[in-house]
T-cell receptor, first 113, second 113 residues
């Protein structure tokens, strides 16, 4: 059984640029959640997708957008990057809604210069 | 607003002792609380989930309690080992429309040989 995989693992961008992060959910999981984790902080919820529809959104501006594909993989897009967007972006999948337990990938470390 | 709090100070203990980490919540009653382990630069790994109608859960050397009167969960690691050194995250899920876990900032545990 393949776990959650994320790409790229590390990337560096400059202010104003756009970035796309990718996530393949664990086999059999139809729900994907994205979190942002700044250094020394806990993961902050960005949004969740369930069967290709957005199921919930945290307190993030519209320049954070996402997508879930029919195979349940997902993308996180961030436009007009700001320095404060530098963080570890975590993708987590779960086998269904409201199961609670999340299976995380290793994250994508984004640095904005 | 829903808030979950963990001690930001690192917990230092000697190998073989029991480590006890605290998670407090205010202004709401979560349907469940979860505990995750996170190693530096890695994604969180799920450890235990306890529901509001449960007082205690155990898994090998791990034990978690849920006290709805004190609005607190305690996470215990018995016979701690240096390999248990990591950051431990508490997360809550509420039944008010969404079970999406929201996380505390985590507590760093350092087990000294």
């Amino acid at each position: 059984e393949t776990g959650v995989t994320q790409s790229p693992t590390h990337l560096i961008k400059t202010r104003g640029q756009q970035v796309t992060l990718r996530c393949s959910s664990q086999s059999g999981h139809n729900t994907v959640s994205w979190y942002q984790q700044a250094l020394g902080q806990g993961p902050q919820f960005i949004f969740q997708y369930y069967r290709e529809e957005e199921n919930g959104r945290g307190n993030f501006p519209p320049r954070f957008s996402g997508l879930q594909f029919p195979n349940y993989s997902s993308e996180l897009n961030v436009n007009a990057l700001e320095l404060d967007d530098s963080a570890l972006y975590l993708c987590a999948s779960s086998p269904a809604l409201n199961t609670g337990e999340l299976f995380f990938g290793e994250g994508s470390r984004l640095t904005v210069l | 607003s829903q808030k979950i709090e963990q001690n930001s100070e690192a917990l230092n203990i000697q190998e073989g002792k029991t480590a006890t980490l605290t998670c407090n919540y205010t202004n709401y009653s979560p349907a469940y609380l979860q505990w995750y382990r996170q190693d530096p630069g890695r994604g969180p790994v799920f450890l235990l989930l306890i529901r509001e109608n449960e007082k205690e859960k155990r898994k090998e050397r791990l034990k978690v309690t849920f006290d709805t009167t004190l609005k607190q969960s305690l996470f215990h690691i018995t016979a701690s080992q240096p390999a248990d050194s990591a950051t431990y995250l508490c997360a809550q899920g509420s039944s008010g429309g969404s079970y999406i876990p929201t996380f505390g900032r985590g507590t760093s545990l350092i087990v000294h040989p």
